[in-house]
């Protein structure tokens, strides 16, 4: 029998954070992080991230891994064993990663292209129409979508091991290395370090509300929390691994990453470029014109493609675990499915950029549905019914033990991160959920 299968596991500490900081630092960190930085305010808003990360993300991971760890279940399963009733929340998970997926393998596929074409100098001089041409075209960006799931699908049905562990194993030093040579080369020019201090600077009046929502939304994007990829890797780990440390060695590593990836977008002097392009058409003009420049480019995109690889693997997983353990297929054959799934979503989302673009609902394509409906409904709402189901729900000796004793948070620290769970995350993420909804309702 299927389901019967041996679950798996990460072999040790050093797998588990490996795992995990793959999971987390992705697109949201290289991509996302720089251009809503530089939209909000610079160093501003940057303190305001770092505050929504420590009180909100952190306490939130840590409640993720909890309940992963305490159950070594499934979403679904791992919240119905904790409290009859509540398996909704997981599912809930598992579809919003799914919806994910649909877009986020698309930027992941045109990673893969400019990682060949700055290797093959193939960009050419005119940035911006490179890009618009390959990615409102058909079947190129397809292609590589499609290559970059199969890469996915290749390290899930290779195990949590032997696919998941050991390819995080290889990527996640890999990405430090990158970058931390671009960040040394960065910083290596003046230009570069003054555009630097004029982005770090704080700018406090381009605070607005939004600046909070932008903020929030980006430190629960980034660290994975809510949907379930966090609770499934939490589901492995091994015994004797700390939760709470692991969940602080992560974000820690998340929000260095973040932070570099600052450095190296704002000292090449691109802040002024805003939105999803900054990445795609400015860096690789910046790159052009340095010494080296092609070199430059591929080790970028190729940082890009790397961090989407190791966050879509965690995506791919929790979906994944819910085929084998739920539906008692086969890790294979469930991988499969989510595989098709995932492709017949990132095929609507990349067409929705270019032949299918007049096919709009309230004024968004397809691609933009996904992106705004995932983070600006789905996440802050899984974010605080984690919360209430770990503050709230669950028995509260049973959640202090696995806390406390299993999951290494010190009899100190402990009331803080409950008192954090219990009213400081559902009442500020609903504030700001709310806020959220109105502005989006607003911009119909
Ligand atoms: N953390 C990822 C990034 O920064 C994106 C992400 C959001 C994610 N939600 C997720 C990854 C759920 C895995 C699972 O790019």
Redesign the pocket.
């Given at each position: 029998m299927a389901n019967t299968e041996k679950r798996g596991g990460f072999g040790g500490k050093m797998a588990a954070i490996l795992a995990a900081a793959g999971?987390?630092?992705?697109?949201?960190?290289i991509?996302?992080f720089p251009y809503i930085t530089s939209e909000n305010g610079g160093g501003a808003f940057i303190l305001i991230y770092l505050g929504c990360i420590l009180f909100l993300g952190l306490p939130l991971l840590i409640a993720e891994f909890a309940v992963g760890h305490n159950t070594k279940k499934n979403p679904i399963d791992a919240f119905a064993t904790i409290k009859r009733g509540w398996g909704w929340l997981g599912a809930m998970g598992i579809i919003s990663?799914t919806l994910?997926m649909g877009y986020?393998f698309v930027i992941a596929g045109w990673t893969l292209n400019y990682t060949i074409a700055s290797a093959t100098n193939a960009i050419g001089g005119d940035f911006g129409g490179f890009f618009q041409t390959f990615t409102t075209g058909t079947w190129m960006p397809l292609l590589f979508t499609y290559i970059f799931i199969l890469a996915n699908h290749f390290i899930i049905t290779g195990g949590v091991q032997g696919g998941i562990e050991k390819a995080s194993k290889i990527m996640m030093p890999l990405l430090f290395a990158i970058l931390v040579a671009l960040a040394i080369y960065s910083l290596w020019m003046p230009e570069g370090r003054e555009a630097l201090t004029n982005v770090f600077t704080p700018d406090f009046s381009m605070v607005t509300g939004k600046s909070f929502l932008a903020a929030m939304g980006q430190a629960?994007?980034?660290?994975?929390?809510?949907?379930?990829?966090?609770l499934i890797y939490g589901s492995y780990f091994k015994d004797g691994t700390k939760i709470a440390g692991t969940a602080i060695s992560v974000v820690s590593l998340?929000t260095i990453v973040a932070l570099m990836a600052a450095v190296i977008i704002f000292s090449a002097g691109v802040e002024n470029e805003s939105g999803p392009q900054l990445a795609f058409v400015a860096m690789p003009k910046v790159f052009s014109t340095m010494p080296m420049g092609g070199v430059w480019s591929t080790l970028f995109f190729l940082l890009l493609g790397l961090?989407?690889l190791s966050?879509?693997i965690?995506?791919h997983e929790?979906v994944t675990s819910y085929f084998v353990e739920k539906r008692g297929m086969s890790r294979r054959k469930g991988a499969w499915v989510v595989t098709i799934v995932a492709i017949v979503l990132a095929s609507a989302a990349s067409l929705s950029l270019g032949d299918w673009s007049g096919y709009t609902l309230a004024g968004m394509n397809f691609f933009s549905l996904l992106d705004n409906f995932?983070s600006i409904v789905m996440?802050p709402l899984l974010g605080i019914l984690t919360a209430i189901f770990v503050g709230w729900i669950w028995k509260k000796e049973d959640m202090r033990k696995e806390l406390t004793a299993e999951g290494g948070v010190d009899k100190a620290t402990y009331p803080v991160i409950r008192f954090l769970l219990r009213y400081v995350c559902p009442l500020l993420v609903s504030v700001v959920f709310v806020f959220g909804i109105i502005d989006f309702i607003k911009n119909l």
């Amino acid at each position: 029998m299927a389901n019967t299968e041996k679950r798996g596991g990460f072999g040790g500490k050093m797998a588990a954070i490996l795992a995990a900081a793959g999971s987390a630092i992705g697109l949201g960190n290289i991509w996302r992080f720089p251009y809503i930085t530089s939209e909000n305010g610079g160093g501003a808003f940057i303190l305001i991230y770092l505050g929504c990360i420590l009180f909100l993300g952190l306490p939130l991971l840590i409640a993720e891994f909890a309940v992963g760890h305490n159950t070594k279940k499934n979403p679904i399963d791992a919240f119905a064993t904790i409290k009859r009733g509540w398996g909704w929340l997981g599912a809930m998970g598992i579809i919003s990663v799914t919806l994910i997926m649909g877009y986020y393998f698309v930027i992941a596929g045109w990673t893969l292209n400019y990682t060949i074409a700055s290797a093959t100098n193939a960009i050419g001089g005119d940035f911006g129409g490179f890009f618009q041409t390959f990615t409102t075209g058909t079947w190129m960006p397809l292609l590589f979508t499609y290559i970059f799931i199969l890469a996915n699908h290749f390290i899930i049905t290779g195990g949590v091991q032997g696919g998941i562990e050991k390819a995080s194993k290889i990527m996640m030093p890999l990405l430090f290395a990158i970058l931390v040579a671009l960040a040394i080369y960065s910083l290596w020019m003046p230009e570069g370090r003054e555009a630097l201090t004029n982005v770090f600077t704080p700018d406090f009046s381009m605070v607005t509300g939004k600046s909070f929502l932008a903020a929030m939304g980006q430190a629960f994007f980034t660290l994975s929390v809510g949907m379930g990829a966090m609770l499934i890797y939490g589901s492995y780990f091994k015994d004797g691994t700390k939760i709470a440390g692991t969940a602080i060695s992560v974000v820690s590593l998340d929000t260095i990453v973040a932070l570099m990836a600052a450095v190296i977008i704002f000292s090449a002097g691109v802040e002024n470029e805003s939105g999803p392009q900054l990445a795609f058409v400015a860096m690789p003009k910046v790159f052009s014109t340095m010494p080296m420049g092609g070199v430059w480019s591929t080790l970028f995109f190729l940082l890009l493609g790397l961090a989407a690889l190791s966050s879509t693997i965690s995506m791919h997983e929790a979906v994944t675990s819910y085929f084998v353990e739920k539906r008692g297929m086969s890790r294979r054959k469930g991988a499969w499915v989510v595989t098709i799934v995932a492709i017949v979503l990132a095929s609507a989302a990349s067409l929705s950029l270019g032949d299918w673009s007049g096919y709009t609902l309230a004024g968004m394509n397809f691609f933009s549905l996904l992106d705004n409906f995932t983070s600006i409904v789905m996440l802050p709402l899984l974010g605080i019914l984690t919360a209430i189901f770990v503050g709230w729900i669950w028995k509260k000796e049973d959640m202090r033990k696995e806390l406390t004793a299993e999951g290494g948070v010190d009899k100190a620290t402990y009331p803080v991160i409950r008192f954090l769970l219990r009213y400081v995350c559902p009442l500020l993420v609903s504030v700001v959920f709310v806020f959220g909804i109105i502005d989006f309702i607003k911009n119909l």
